[in-house]
């Protein structure tokens, strides 16, 4: 890592918790600047649109939350 890199970064880290976050999201989203990553977003919208849309139609399987968690658990301590 280059010094002025080393510097930056702990200048970066010395910020408030609100401020590196807001820093962090800057810098995540100038990497979002290819059409690849538009359509994998437009991708993830639709996914969500059409599971939410099975949800209403009563399409979906649901698991509630203390089922799922025992099966998880069970899961992680069978290995």
């Known amino acids: ?3 002025e ?3 930056l970064l702990k200048r ?3 910020l408030s918790i609100e401020e590196r976050a807001a820093l962090a999201n800057t810098l995540l989203d100038s990497l979002d600047g290819t059409n690849e990553s538009v359509s994998v977003h437009e991708a993830w919208d639709e996914e969500v649109a059409r599971r939410i849309e099975d949800l209403k139609a009563g399409k979906a399987v649901t698991v509630p939350w203390e089922e799922l968690h025992r099966e998880l658990l069970a899961m992680v301590n069978e290995r």
């Open 12 to 14: 970066a880290l010395s």
């Open 1 to 3: 890592m280059s010094p």
């Open 5 to 7: 890199i080393s510097d």
